[in-house]
């Protein structure tokens, strides 16, 4: 089986990738209370917000559950959440409830905006989560290790150039949610404690006790992992140890050729297992592109 850099070594060295991310959507809020009404709600510091710096961050129902998480950017006065296509509707529904207390407004953003992603072999200068602008195009930096993973936001039409290699974005550890998802996730296990997608100490939303709780009780051994195999598609979506146990479930897959690449969820610290099989197929786990330590 190759090894992840012999992929990307013989494909992104050819050309930069770049293709359309039909599956993603986007919210936008306006106003002069936008960041103060965003910021009773969602578990990133809203205030960390920049025309330089995007975010990465949740919305949670009152049992910490996931209802949607997104990424966010500045566009000029506005911020655009950036998010699962199928959960716009029921995110912006569930916003509305709260918004009417703040001078802001909520308006689906889908038909204004495509979501393009980029991947070079080049690692980034710039810091993960970075933005910048040129003309009717945004450019966040989502990851630059083992290469680097932007998405494009843009007005305009961008050519494409190689649909097929996009399956390479999942590799970024960064999980966007769907709404089969919804409401079944824990923040912590899509490790967005260690990816900025949870601040400790901005104060108060929906969820906050329990996401705190869980952070500092640790009473889940629950974590995101990446792992690849060689060979078919399987049917399940469980995975297991050498003994047969549960070792924990796939989140998303992708496609390249033969070789398999997923997000899955583990139930188990991946050092205390020296097997894991997804239905007959031994998978193998691929480091993350971050340390799994807490950011605040």
Known sequence: MPSLQDIIDSTLLKQDVIAKLPDIGALRVSGPD????LQGQITCDINTLSANSGLYGAICNIKGRIITNFYLVQSNEDILMLMAKDLVEKTL?????????????LTDAQDDFTIYTKLTSEGAESSQLATTRNNETITLTLGNTPLNIEWLITTSTIEETNKELAALSLLAARPVITLEQ????LPQWLNMQSTGGISFTKGCYTGQEIVARMQYKGKSKKQLSLITWEGKSETTKELVDEQGKSAGQIFATSQINNTHFAQAILNIDPSDTKQLLLGNEEVTLLPLPYSLDSKK
Not at 34 to 37: G, M, P, T, V
Not at 94 to 99: C, I, P, R
Not at 182 to 185: H, L, V
């Open 34 to 37: 936008a960041k103060k009404f």
């Open 93 to 105: 529904l569930h916003l509305k409830k709260y918004a009417v207390f703040f001078k802001t407004e």
């Open 182 to 185: 919804s409401e079944t996730t």
